[in-house]
Each structure stands twice: as C-alpha cells, then as structure tokens.
C-alpha cells in the first residue's frame, strides 16, 4: 500500500507553522505585561524618588525641631539652677522672685545670640526679658526709598496687621507660660510678634518645691532650618524630574515611534502600495510592541495570500466556465448547418451535457466561495459522527435508481464525537461519496467506516471504492481547486473539480487532516481510498 500525503505542513521538524510560534507569548512577564511593567516602573522610580525624599526631610525636620527643644530645655533648667543659686529666689519671708538680680544674669553675656529668655512671676507677669536688658542695639535695613509721587502705603492697614500678629503671639504665649505654671515644662513651636516661628521651652522656676515663676527660653531660627530643607528637597525634586523626562523620552523612543511606524506601514498598505507589513527590527522585540508587529505582518501575509488566492481563483473560474461556454458556442453555430436527425441529436445531447457540467460548475463556485463565511457563522459543537453518516448513507440508499452505485457504512457501536459544524462536515462526506461513485465500475461499490484509533488524531473516517485508483503522482493534487483529471473512459462533465478542495478546507478548519491513497491487492490497485483523521471532543490536534 502507497504512503498516505498528509496534508498538514512539514516545513519544519515539529511539524508546527512558522504563526503557530509567533502567536505563543513569553510565560515570564513582569506584572502580565513587559512593556506595562516597564512604565509603570518609571513612573513608580520617580515618585518614589520625590516621596522618599520628602519622608526624609519631613522626619529630619521632626527630628531637628525635637532636638532644638531638648536644647533649650537643657539650657532652661541650667539657667533656672543658676538663678537659684545666685539668689533671685528668696524664701524669706515669703517666696518671691527677685528680677533686679534675673536682670544680671539674662544678659548677652549668659545668653546665646538669636536666643531670647523672658521671667514671669507666679501670676503670669513679665519680671524680666532678655531683649530689654540686652547691650545690643537691635534693628534692621530699612527699605528702599520711594521715588517721588509713587503712593504710600496704606499704614492703617499695615498695623492692624501687626497688631493681630502681635495679639496672637501674645495669646500663645501666654497660654504656654499658663501650663507651665501648673507646674510641668513646656516645648512648643510657636509664631512670635514678628510672625516668625519659633522654638519655645517654658520650665517652672522653683523655690523648693513652690513655683514662683516660668523661665521661658526662645530661639527663632526655625524657619532657616526649614528654608534648610526645603534647599535639601530641590535635589530630590530634581532627579525626580529628570527621572520623569528620561521615561518620557524612552516610551516616546520604545512606545510611541514604533506605533508611528506601524500606523504608516498600515497606511502604505491601504493604500495599496504594499501588500503586507515587514518592519523586521519590531518583529524581534520582545514585548507587546513587537507581538503587535508580528500580529500585523501575520494578518497582512493572510490576507494578502487570500487576495493571491481569490485572483487565482478569478482566473481558474473564468478559464473553467469558458471551457463549457466555448462547446455550448461551438455546437449552436454547427446546429444549423446539420442534415440528418442522428446528428442533431448527437449534438443536442452534447449541449445538455455542456449545460449540467456547467450548472454543476456554477453550484461548486458558489458554495466554495460561501465556504468562509458559513465556517465562521456557525459555533462548533459536538457532532456524533455515527449519527451523522447513518443520515448520509441512509439517503442515498432511499434516493437510489437502478444501476445506482451503493454505498455501504460501517461504523462502531459507541458514539464517536467530534467539535464541528454538521453542515460542512455533511458536505464533506457527500464529496467524498459522489466523487467515488463517479469513479466505480457497474457493479461495484462504495464503502465508508467509521472507526477510533490510537492516533493523536483519533476518529477516522474512510471512503474507498472499486474504481481505477489515483495515479501516484496525483494524490496530493486532486485536492487541488479544478482538478478535472480522469481516467480514460470515465464519465465526463459530471465533476467540476472543487468537490476534494471544498473537503479539505473544511476538514482543516475542524482541525483534521484529509489524504488519499490506493488500495493495493496482490501488487495491483484496486481502487482508491481517502482518510479523514479529526480530533476527538475534549482533544486538541
């Protein structure tokens, strides 16, 4: 027996396309997806830039603020054991403070520069403050000079502004140097007249154990140290937005340019200057950029296979039809010039014969060229093949004449099922069993089985007759469109050479293989056979 051709494609040693490759994708991505998760990483390095740096100085700051206080408290109380040792606490008669002698030791002398200390009595009132007791004579440039006949500004309003600021500095202080007369130490971070921030410690000052007064310790150099941070925070910022630039540059240069590029190499196509999409340094990305070129040069090479095949097909029509056509012409110009009945007769039955072969002609084109569109139309679903070709065959066993061929099945017991659409496949049967009934003897017969084999394609179906056989160099091509070779003798005009590629479109579209081979008996052909192998339901092929 000669070796089957099957009809799936072996240019490679697996055995699978060069698209069944490409439509596979990584199984490693970052995140589902590398170009998503490259993004996404940029974006992410930059902010976590800028937020880590502010957190940075933001606990910096916390923790500068936090030390300055724990300063001054240190220096309050030293200031405050100093004042007691030295007298300015008197016990005698009464507990009192004793601010001519505070004013001695709260002098610039004692106290640090940019530093201001204040005493209050147990009442709450200022005994002593630094800034009045100081030997510094305190000020600030004065401004520019207005030029003449500008506007001057409006005073009233400048000092209802320092007033409320002055009242509020008055309010908090106040309030700080009430809960430290309680009797516990105060740290706060507060605004003084100037509308400056400021570092305060308020500690009792004690004789014994009774608090005669607060000793309030200030520093104002808050605000340059948060002017400090803010310097610090522009490097973060920076990098941060250098950062932000360098991803915008790369997703333009990885992202946007390559679409640029696909959109053109689209448009080239529409507008039939090409016929399909190659831009080979896309294709070899790795990413969702590269499976999108590789996606469109696909679809483009599809299509433009299918448009080389419907010109071919355009052709092969119009040569088929002008065959017929040509011998309809021929024997209706010879018509008038014959004598004898015998001969119109002959000629007449070639007409008729003309006019079937090309309504059969006509009928396989439109049905093949519906073929897509009812592939796709219908949803595949499981299909009980035993059921199927008991139908068939039951058919041409009711529609049989006399000196019809028979047609025999043979299948097994158990359902044999597979995915598919009953109409195709049903066409695909009565092919098969027409074109072997055109090619058996009186007499013969054509047998169909039905059988499960151990196959990775495991439901086979088989259609042999009793006729000449295939020659061998021609068992791969009678699957081709309007192939119309046949033996001398056999009845002409009855095939219109479609029916076997008609077959093989739709076994392939169920995911099957088709391929004929002869049937050999004692070294001779004894007719011909074709093999339908389709995946089980629940298997793939």
């Not at 976590?48 to 916390?62: D, H, Q, R, V």
């Not at 206080?69 to 007691?84: G, H, K």
């Not at 076994?507 to 391929?515: L, P």
């Amino acid at each position: 027996m000669a070796s089957a051709t099957a009809t799936a494609r072996a240019d490679r040693p697996d055995g699978r396309e060069p698209d069944e490759e490409r439509v596979r994708r990584p199984l490693f991505r970052f995140g589902g997806s590398r170009l998503g998760g490259f993004i996404l990483a940029l974006n992410l390095l930059s902010l976590l830039i800028l937020f880590g740096g502010a957190l940075l100085l933001n606990e910096w700051s916390k923790g500068l603020v936090g030390a300055r206080q724990e300063s001054l408290t240190v220096q309050a109380e030293l200031l405050a054991n100093v004042l007691r040792e030295e007298g300015v606490t008197r016990g005698e008669p009464t507990p009192e403070l004793d601010p001519i002698r505070a004013s001695l030791w709260l002098t610039d002398r004692f106290i640090p520069a940019g530093q201001r200390v204040r005493l209050y009595d147990i009442n709450g009132l200022l005994l002593v403050d630094s800034y009045q007791v100081t030997e510094a004579i305190g000020g600030r440039p004065l401004p520019d000079a207005h030029s003449a006949g500008s506007p001057t500004d409006d005073g009233a309003a400048a000092k209802l502004v320092s007033e409320r600021r002055i009242a509020r500095a008055d309010s908090e202080l106040a309030a700080e140097v009430s809960a430290a007369l309680e009797g516990a130490p105060q740290a706060t971070l507060r605004r003084n007249e100037s509308g400056d921030r400021v570092v305060s410690v308020s500690i009792p000052v004690r004789h014994v154990r009774q608090v005669l007064g607060v000793l309030t310790v200030e520093s104002g150099d808050v605000d340059e140290i948060l002017s400090a941070q803010r310097r610090a925070l522009v490097p973060f910022a920076l990098v941060a937005l250098g950062v932000n630039l360098v991803a915008s540059l790369l997703l333009h240069l990885f992202v946007a340019r390559p679409i640029m590029r696909l959109s053109a190499a689209a448009d080239q196509v529409k507008l039939q200057r090409a016929r399909a999409i190659s831009l080979p340094d896309l294709e070899d990305r790795k990413d969702e950029i590269g499976d999108l070129a590789r996606s469109l040069e696909s679809m483009t090479d599809t299509l433009s296979t299918r448009m080389d095949a419907i010109e071919r097909f355009a052709a092969d029509v119009s040569h088929e039809i002008k065959n017929p056509l040509t011998s309809i012409r021929s024997a209706l110009e010879t018509l008038p010039l014959v004598k004898t009945d015998a001969h119109r007769e002959k000629l007449t039955a070639l007409l008729q014969q003309d006019v079937r072969r090309l309504d059969r002609l006509i009928t396989d084109i439109s049905n093949a060229s519906r073929l897509d569109a009812e592939l796709s139309r219908d949803r595949p679903r499981p299909i009980t093949l035993n059921q199927l070709l008991t139908d068939i065959v039951g058919v041409y066993d009711t529609t049989a004449k006399p000196g019809d061929i028979p047609v025999l099945l043979q299948a097994p017991e158990t359902p044999l099922r597979v995915m598919g659409r009953d109409g195709p496949l049903g066409q695909v049967f009565r092919n098969l069993i027409d074109n072997a009934r055109s090619f058996s003897p009186s007499g013969g017969a054509v047998r169909v089985s039905l059988e499960e084999t151990a196959d990775d394609l495991p439901v086979r179906v088989r259609v042999e007759d009793q006729g000449p056989g295939i020659p061998p160099e021609n068992l791969e091509t009678v699957f081709e469109r309007f192939y119309t070779s046949r033996p001398q003798g056999a009845k002409f005009g009855s095939n219109s050479g479609l029916g076997l590629s008609i077959v093989r479109q739709i076994v392939e579209a169920h995911g099957g293989r088709v391929h004929a081979e002869n049937q050999m008996q004692d070294g001779r052909v004894v007719g011909a056979r074709f093999e339908i192998l389709f995946p089980a339901v629940g298997r793939r092929a």
